[in-house]
C-alpha cells in the first residue's frame, strides 16, 4: 500500500473563501477515482508556511497510482486545480507495508 501525499503552495493572490472552494473541488474529483482510498484533504494553520493545503491517499501501488495519474479525472484535476491555483506543489509517496520490496 502506497501513501501519496501532496502539498500546495497557492498563488498569493488566493482568498480564504477561494481556498474553501479547492478543498471542495479537489475532494469531489478525487473521489471520483476508485482507486483512490482514505482521501484527506486541509487547509494549513500555520499562515507562515508556504503550503497553504494538503491532499493525502492511500493506493494499492505505485503502478496504480501511476494508471491513476493517466485518468481523466486526475488530468482534470490537475489542470483546474495544480495548473490553475498552485503556485508549487511537493509530492511524496511512503510505502506502508514493512519487509515489501517496492517496484
Known sequence: MIHHICFLETLPSTSPAELDQLLIEIRILLLKLPDIHNLRVGRNLDAADPFSLF?????DSLEKLAYVQRNAIYYQFERQILDAHAKR??????DMDSGKETG
Not at 55 to 59: A, Q, V, Y
Not at 89 to 94: A, D, G, S
Open 89 to 94: 506543489v511537493v509530492r511524496y509517496n511512503f
Open 55 to 59: 491532499l493525502s491517499f492511500d493506493i
